[in-house]
């Protein structure tokens, strides 16, 4: 178990970066408290297998540092870093047995003997393939590999953190949620250190306390599922997060006045000066519509059930929106949509404009 | 089921079989044939049954040249498959130098196995080349027209040169069909060099491998141009191996039922041993 710093890594694969756009990883200090569940959310190509290689070291980045406990590892191989990794697709070792393959990390760093044998055990058991243990793993199913390869992280006890690369990719829906909540209690029994990288948000909302939100090379924000869903530091962040995403409006800004096609919102924040472009944030969940005399008109698209509530797709001063409309409630003949001012948001350039003080 | 029954279609098979027939069975069976029959020329024949079979089979020069043949294909078997796989290892994996050295491995391959065996003649003469003058100049006496050792070295290091690329290629193939994942997990799981050797990169050479144990033994019962143009089967009859022996005693001395019947046995041999070669080395895939 583990703190972790990053300070200032980055890391780009070509042999001298120019640009910024070169950076697989973009420059990014942060630190991964010890025993903290954190998900890693962002969508294919943004960085996040490489994130999790400069943590077990697999990669060295291109610059900064990494420290363990204060301590720097930066120029330290894998092995002495002591770290578990789970990647997405099975691997196990072919010719030996499923005893064998959990058996295999331990051995390696010399562990004693009855103390594998308990060790490897007791995972048998957490994955639940100790009717298998004596079959050559070759043989098994795609999921049981997956889980072998789980369970060579899980068997190792003393790690200083575990790296779960999108691990249930394989894995059929039901047995995923069964494994998820495995891991979940076992984090809370060893309250090992758990970086979780998945692009599934629901996975990441239910696993986490943290969730690290990256986008094109860049961890643009994170914090607890609750401040990702009212406070998205970047647009990114409201797309990705939230089904649908946050609405997206762009506008221009005079005071704390924001002007969409016309129509006037409040705002909590002024723009800055030097901003190139301007938007109003808005989650669906946010916009009331009604048939008063306040409000934006909007022309109703089409409406989706989903069960719980309803989505209204309408039309904004030439933007589609997404609005919730609560089980029950009707469609006004002619709807205006009423924004609740404490949570809109303001965007310059993509990134959230936060109230000073 | 409505199956329409049409005799035309046996017609497509024809070239098939015709193919199968010119190049396989009737060759083989004009072997049987001679096996079992007698001639003192003018075609004239007579059936002799299991004669010339019990006499090769009791013959000291057919177990000489056999236990030569398994002295040859044991030695290149030995040498090139470890040598192959260790060439192959090290190999780079990426950039460059990839398809140089792909292109310097293939390049043996490509020689004719005439030309093999007059380069390697030329190359390993004690007077004048240069293989043959290195090693008298290093104080070995080493002549191969006339010690047996130096005859033997001389054919199995040819052998090696010729045939250690296939082994290569084949290895090398197996290696690269490796994700890296498989390299990151073991660096993960602390595995030692030997133990991703043993454990990731063997069983993942193994069918490759398998195929290139078959190839070597097939090719090294057959081989007969390269040592015949090196060594001629001598000093007398010590690197004699099988294929020389026998077209000696077919075409040398015109000994039509022993030849024949020494091919069928040898062909027999290798038929046996691919076999059960082939059927241990199978039989864990499917366990
Ligand atoms: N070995 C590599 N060589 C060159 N580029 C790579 C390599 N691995 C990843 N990349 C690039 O780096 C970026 C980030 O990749 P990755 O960390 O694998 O993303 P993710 O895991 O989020 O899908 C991608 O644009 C990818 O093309
Ligand atoms: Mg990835």
């Known amino acids: 178990m583990a703190r972790i710093e990053f300070d200032r890594i980055r890391h780009a694969y070509m042999a001298d970066p120019k640009t910024e756009a070169d950076y697989a990883l973009k420059e990014l200090s942060m630190t991964w408290e010890d025993g903290g569940a954190y998900a890693l959310l962002g969508p294919s190509g943004c960085g996040k297998t490489t994130l999790l290689n400069i943590i077990s070291g697999l990669l060295h980045p291109s610059g900064g540092s990494i420290r363990f406990d204060g301590k720097d590892v930066t120029t330290l191989s894998t092995e002495a870093r002591n770290i578990a990794q789970v990647f997405q697709f099975p691997v196990i070792y072919d010719t030996m047995t499923v005893r064998e393959n959990l058996a295999f990390p331990l051995k390696n760093r010399g562990v004693a003997r009855d103390e594998i044998s308990r060790r490897v055990d007791e995972t048998l058991r957490i994955i639940d393939l100790e009717e298998k243990a004596d079959r050559r793993a070759r043989r098994l199913t795609a999921d049981e590999k997956q889980k072998i390869s789980l369970g060579r992280g899980l068997v190792r006890s003393d790690v200083n953190a575990i790296l779960f690369d999108e691990p249930l990719t394989v894995i059929d829906p039901h047995m995923k949620w069964q494994l998820r909540s495995k891991l979940k209690e076992l984090h809370q029994r060893f309250a090992f250190t758990m970086i979780y990288v998945t692009h599934d948000q629901t996975e990441a909302l239910t696993f986490a306390d943290k969730v690290v939100v990256m986008y094109e090379g860049e961890v643009v924000q994170t914090g607890t599922p609750d401040e990702l869903f009212r406070k998205p530091k970047h647009t990114f962040v409201g797309y990705f997060i939230g089904s649908p995403g946050m609405n997206v409006l762009p506008c221009k800004v005079s005071g704390k006045t924001a002007s969409i096609g016309g129509n006037k919102v409040r705002l909590p924040v002024g723009a800055p000066k030097d901003a190139k472009s301007l938007e109003v944030g808005i989650r669906p969940e946010f916009i009331t519509l009604t048939g008063g005399r306040t409000g934006i008109p909007v022309s109703i698209n089409r409406v989706e059930d989903i069960g719980r509530f309803r989505i209204v797709h309408a039309d904004l001063a030439g933007k589609e929106i997404a609005a919730t409309l609560p089980e029950g409630s009707e469609i006004p003949a002619e709807p205006r949509a009423v924004f609740d001012p404490a949570n809109v948001n303001l965007y310059a350039d993509s990134w959230l404009v936060e109230a000073k003080g | ?287």
């Open chain 2, 1 to 287: 089921m409505n199956k329409t029954w049409n005799n035309k279609a046996w017609f497509m098979v024809l070239p098939v079989l015709l193919l199968v027939a010119f190049n396989a069975v009737i060759p083989l069976m004009t072997v049987v044939n001679y096996s079992v029959q007698e001639t003192f020329g003018n075609n004239l024949f007579f059936f002799e049954g299991v004669k010339w079979f019990r006499e090769v089979l009791h013959s000291d020069r057919f177990h000489d040249s056999l236990l030569r043949q398994f002295f040859f294909t044991g030695t290149i078997l030995a040498i090139e498959i470890p040598l192959g796989v260790i060439i192959a290892l090290a190999m780079p994996r990426q950039g460059f130098w990839v398809p140089v050295c792909l292109v310097l491995m293939a390049l043996p391959l490509l020689v004719p196995w005439n030309v093999v065996g007059a380069m390697w003649n030329i190359f390993a003469l004690p007077d004048i080349g240069l293989m043959g003058y290195s090693i008298n100049a290093l104080g070995i006496d080493f002549n191969f027209t006339r010690q047996p050792a130096s005859a033997w070295f001389t054919v199995i290091i040819m052998d090696v040169w010729h045939w250690t690329s296939l082994v290569v290629l084949l290895a090398y193939a197996g290696l690269r069909s490796i994700p890296d994942a498989y390299y990151q997990a073991a660096r993960i799981d602390s595995a030692s060099r030997w133990a991703v050797f043993r454990y990731i990169q063997l069983p993942k050479m193994k069918r490759v491998l398998t195929i290139a144990v078959l190839l070597r033994f097939m090719d090294s019962f057959m081989i007969y141009t390269e040592p015949f143009v090196l060594t001629g089967g001598g000093p007398g009859n010590t690197t004699t191996i099988l294929s020389i022996d026998l077209v000696k005693a077919a075409l040398g001395e015109f000994n039509l039922g022993i030849a024949a019947a020494m091919s069928i046995i040898y062909f027999l041999m290798t038929l046996l041993v691919c076999w059960v070669f082939y059927s241990a080395m199978m039989r864990g895939e499917d366990e």
